[in-house]
């Protein structure tokens, strides 16, 4: 995964507004990790203000005390560039129309705070869009029984995030109803029967992924 190629795949796409930004919060909060800046774009890390070359001191004083200065300077600009790489990450993962709202921020938590305020829905509507979405899985709508699977991760992690309180039960019988099209006409019914006593989503998973295999390969 590179850093200049959102993946939705793999879970990183690019904050389009309020219906994404969910996602987009979890995959780039791994983004900000990996490239060891995540401190900065959540604040814990406060960004150094240029005073600090110099703390209570004068500019004289550190030119005569120059191991300091050097030291100082380092620890300055090395954060610097992170701030930078902070910044220059925030803008590229958001959509254009969003970038210039937070081009003028000079501190990542700024800017992280403002499309947090901006597109981070209440969790009543987000637990209402996640439900939507939810509803509207259909296995005819994926090219195949792992994708299907995924989504329907990615909105329980949605849910999630919103607060829900989401039971296997209900995702259980959210994947069952949504089987349709060439797997139902393949797959012998005794063998979904066979499912119906499943209460794990994992143990679904794989019989799911086994009879696709066996019987409908799409």
């Known amino acids: 995964m590179s850093d200049l190629t959102p993946d939705p795949e793999a879970g990183f796409e690019r904050l389009v507004g309020k219906s994404n930004y969910a996602r987009w919060a979890r995959g780039f909060q791994t983004i900000a990790k990996l490239k060891g800046v995540w401190s900065l774009v959540s604040g814990k890390e406060k960004v150094l203000e240029e005073s600090y070359l110099y703390g209570h001191h004068s500019k004289e004083y ?6 300091k200065c050097f030291e100082r300077n380092q620890t300055y600009t090395a954060q610097n560039v992170r701030v930078q790489t902070a910044q220059g990450l925030l803008e590229f993962w958001v959509n254009p129309d969003i970038r210039y709202e937070i081009k003028s921020e000079q501190c990542p938590s700024d800017a992280s705070w403002h499309l947090e305020e901006v597109y981070k829905m209440e969790d009543e509507d987000a637990i209402r869009l996640a439900y ?9 709508d994926f090219k195949n029984m792992s994708e299907y699977l995924k989504e329907h991760r990615l909105v329980r992690a949605d849910l999630l995030d919103a607060n829900a309180i989401v039971t296997p039960g209900e995702l259980i019988d959210n994947i069952m109803g949504g089987l349709n099209g060439t797997y139902l006409d393949r797959v012998p ?6 499912l119906e006593h499943i209460t794990s989503l994992g143990v679904l998973a794989d019989e799911l992924l086994e009879l696709e295999r066996v019987y409908a390969k799409l």
Do not use: I, M, P
């Open 189 to 194: 019914a005794s063998r979904l029967q066979g």
């Open 62 to 67: 550190f030119d005569l005390n120059c191991t």
């Open 132 to 140: 939507e979405a939810l509803n509207g899985l259909h296995l005819k």
